[in-house]
């Protein structure tokens, strides 16, 4: 076993009878920790533990487990006596174990970064019964500070973290402990190496230069990752030290967080992540845990059908999924009622909370939240936010397999390297980049990473929501955004945040400059969300006229190819009829330069839409590089003025007469489907006695416009067919 938890006369007696096993052991060292919960960072220290083999060379106790603490809020105020207490307890058993060298140390807030021979060696460097950890900010009194020996070079204070030294001294030390353990170990501690007679006879000192522990506070500036084939290390940059027991005190647990990423083996550059796979969940041995979706649409954001087609899509048993979702927006009321009448019947249940309950954000995640918390058969609670387009249909399993308390999935705004996390907060507890934040983005160091702060998609085990989390409002903290709150409600509670990007799990849109005015507004979002709006307007096949050539001429030097896809077809349709003045195919146009049109169609130009800038970025992205291809030579300036889309219909203007077009190439777009939708149509090229008959929705022709493409448009004769038409290059 590697761990220990007696009571505690179990364990004076499981010492008294391990010093003789201790003693045989070649590592004369007897490690002692104090821990009342395994906390995340218990689990972290005593992995760091096994790593080097502490658990196995030395002797090795947990002291407290099981124990209210009551050593106070350390790290805030003072506290931690009963630490004290905890250490002269066990001393006692041992204070005639002249050759035992004992390592007390924290455990929550601290890690290994070498093993235990390097710890013995350095401790009889040092030449004194008695070795402190020593820091360079003075706690708690500062008052005392004078009475400090000078010291010629190195950090000068005591710091009760790290505590190395011969039984027999050691527990001359602690045996004076007749304090409380609400009172402070440090000042104790200090109270002693301050008094010069105690100092000399106890034989104490302090590790001034970090050979061996290394407390960050005061710190960070000096150290940094030093990494090895095998293993990374702490380096102290001002003595040039590697020490060996590395204590996040005071504010810097996140940065510790930080080291431990990588520190003692966690992330290196030969091997990756090396801890990825410990403690998984194995999901094909288990029956697929309840997990409830929070879904959170707290402003207007492009794309939510397919939002909402995505949680549908996940490889989940939707049977095992609760959602519940927060819609602040009156927009989205028509795309969750369509989504919910059509899958009504598919998860466990599925329950909308809408924007007439004026809930704010912080009250909404709290409400979702809670319905995990007191759900005893809710295993996990997914929170996700409308602007996070899950592509990965895994994500649930992948996540509730990687067995975290608290986890996201990392995704990232389309080539930015904004992203759902931050590697670190400044000071006020805002973003700071840290030195793996852009790796970690670009995916050049993979792995689950320890970090401080995320949004916008998690996962917390609803276990964590009934125990560290039981409280309940955690969105809600003084003037925070209620994500930034959970987080840092969170960190307070001692329960780790990891974002992995071990997978590509999807992306995050921008909901920046959503104008939600026109009728179809996603359409309107080929410049905010270009690969959101590809995968949305453009033909599956589409890719494949440059892969796989897939493309027809039917008459000489017509062009027939995929474009759009079907929702592309019908929203400029719908845009169209829902602005519905059609231009009635007279001569006069307005419009248009001259105000003459000689061969008129009934139709509305995109300028009348106010799409006009975003349809000629259209042609620059999709259709340049299909003229490039089949004009081979020819650049196209994909500059037009004429664009517009036709409606023929038996009532109103049914065809076209003869014609050519003022432009170098024309596309003409089918935009509905002959024979279900309309009959007739088509278009014929007289030079080369050709007529296509039969256009298909989404396919664009490409012809050249003058001379030798005289073409007309064939009659429709039932129903109503719709073309999109640019004159490219006038
Ligand atoms: C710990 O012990 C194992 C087994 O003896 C050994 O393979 C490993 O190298 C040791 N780890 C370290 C860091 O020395
Ligand atoms: C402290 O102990 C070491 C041996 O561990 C001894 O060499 C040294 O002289 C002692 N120092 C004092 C001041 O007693
Ligand atoms: C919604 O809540 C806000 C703040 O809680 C309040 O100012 C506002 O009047 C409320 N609106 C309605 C319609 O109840
Ligand atoms: C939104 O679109 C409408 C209609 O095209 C337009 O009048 C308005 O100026 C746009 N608003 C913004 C902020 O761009
Ligand atoms: C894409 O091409 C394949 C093979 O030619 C075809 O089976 C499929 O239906 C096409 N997809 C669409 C959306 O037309
Ligand atoms: C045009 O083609 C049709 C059949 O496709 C044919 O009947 C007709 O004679 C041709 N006209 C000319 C002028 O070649
Ligand atoms: C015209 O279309 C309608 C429905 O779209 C259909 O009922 C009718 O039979 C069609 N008429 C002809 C002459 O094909």
């Given amino acids: 076993g ?25 590592e004369k060292l007897l490690v002692l920790t104090v821990a009342t919960e395994e906390t995340d960072g218990f689990h972290r220290f005593m992995q760091s533990a096994r790593y080097f083999n502490y658990t196995v060379k030395c002797c090795w106790a947990v002291l407290g487990m099981g124990e209210a603490w009551k050593g106070g809020d350390v790290g805030r105020s003072i506290g931690g006596g009963q630490k004290v207490r905890l250490l002269k307890e066990a001393m006692e058993a041992l204070a005639d174990q002249e050759d035992l060298v004992v390592l007390s140390v924290d455990s929550y807030d601290l890690i290994f970064a070498g093993g235990p021979e390097e710890i013995l060696r350095k401790f009889q460097q040092a030449n004194h019964k008695v070795l402190f950890a020593a820091e360079g900010l003075i706690w708690p009194d500062k008052r005392l500070a004078d009475k400090y020996p000078s010291i010629r070079s190195g950090k000068r204070y005591l710091n009760s973290g790290g505590i190395i030294g011969y039984a027999p001294y050691i527990n001359r030390v602690v045996s004076q402990w007749n304090l409380h353990d609400n009172d402070d170990d440090q000042l104790f501690y200090t109270k002693i190496y301050l008094d010069p007679l105690r100092r000399e006879t106890l034989n104490m000192t302090l590790d001034h230069k970090c ?398 839409i106010g799409f006009d800038k975003e349809w000629l970025h259209f042609i620059r992205e999709f259709i340049s590089p299909v003229t490039l291809k089949v004009f081979s030579g020819y650049y196209t300036k994909g500059y037009a003025v004429m664009n517009f889309v036709v409606k023929y219909t038996p009532e109103r203007q049914a065809y076209l007469r003869p014609h050519h077009d003022s432009s170098t190439f024309t596309i003409n777009i089918a935009l509905n489907n002959k024979d279900t939708d309309f009959q007739g149509g088509g278009c014929r090229f007289h030079r080369y006695n050709c007529s296509i008959n039969s256009p298909r929705k989404g396919w664009s022709f490409m012809h050249p416009g003058r001379l030798t493409h005289l073409h007309e448009g064939l009659p429709t004769t039932n129903g109503t067919r719709y073309i999109a038409v640019s004159f490219i290059d006038p």
């Fill in 211 to 608: 050979q061996i522990f290394q407390n960050l506070n005061g710190a960070v500036d000096e150290v940094l990752l030093k990494f090895g084939t095998d293993r990374v290390r702490v380096r102290n940059t001002v003595y040039d030290s590697l020490p060996v027991v590395v204590h996040g005190n005071g504010n810097t647990k996140m940065y510790l967080n930080y080291m431990a990423n990588y520190v003692p083996n966690t992330w290196n550059y030969e091997h990756g992540c090396s801890h990825c796979d410990d403690d998984v969940v194995d999901l094909s041995q288990l029956k697929y845990p309840n997990v409830l979706v929070g879904v959170f649409i707290e402003q207007p954001t492009p794309f939510l059908p397919e939002f909402f087609q995505r949680l549908l899509t996940l490889d989940y048993p939707k049977d095992k999924l609760k959602v519940f979702v927060h819609n602040n927006e009156v927009y989205h009321e028509k795309h969750i009622q369509k989504f919910w009448e059509e899958n009504r019947n598919v998860f466990n249940s599925f329950k909308v909370v809408g924007p007439e309950e004026n809930l704010s954000q912080g009250e909404a995640r709290n409400m979702g939240m809670d319905l995990c918390r007191k759900d005893t058969t809710c295993a996990y609670y997914f929170s996700i936010d409308s602007d996070v387009m899950l592509t990965n249909r895994q994500t649930l399993k992948l996540l509730i397999e990687q067995n975290r308390k608290i986890i996201g999935p990392l995704v990232t705004r389309h080539s930015k390297l904004w992203s759902n996390f931050w590697g670190a907060l400044s000071l006020d507890g805002y973003y700071a980049r840290s030195e793996d934040y852009v790796d970690i983005v670009q995916k050049k160091r993979v792995g689950v990473w320890n970090i401080p702060y995320m949004a916008h998609v998690y996962m917390v085990k609803g276990s964590t929501l009934r125990n560290e989390l039981k409280e309940r409002n955690y969105f809600v903290l003084e003037k925070l955004d209620p994500d930034m709150s959970l987080c840092r409600n969170a960190r307070e509670m001692g329960v780790f945040m990891y974002i992995t990007n071990r997978h590509d799990f999807g992306r995050l849109i921008s909901t920046a400059n959503y104008n939600i005015s026109h009728y179809n507004n996603d359409l309107w979002q080929i410049y905010e969300n270009p690969v959101d709006w590809k995968e949305k307007y453009i033909h599956k096949n589409y890719s494949k006229i440059f892969t796989e050539n897939y493309m027809e001429e039917p008459c000489p030097d017509v062009f027939w190819f995929p474009v759009f896809s079907e929702k592309a077809c019908d929203e400029i349709v719908g845009e169209m009829e829902h602005y519905g003045t059609w231009s009635g195919g007279r001569h006069m146009d307005k419009r248009i330069a001259g105000g003459y049109e000689t061969v008129p169609t009934d139709d509305i130009h995109m300028k009348q």
């Fill in 2 to 26: 590697s761990s220990f938890n007696p009571g505690r006369k179990k364990l004076l007696s499981a010492l008294r009878l391990w010093k003789f096993v201790c003693l045989s052991f070649s």
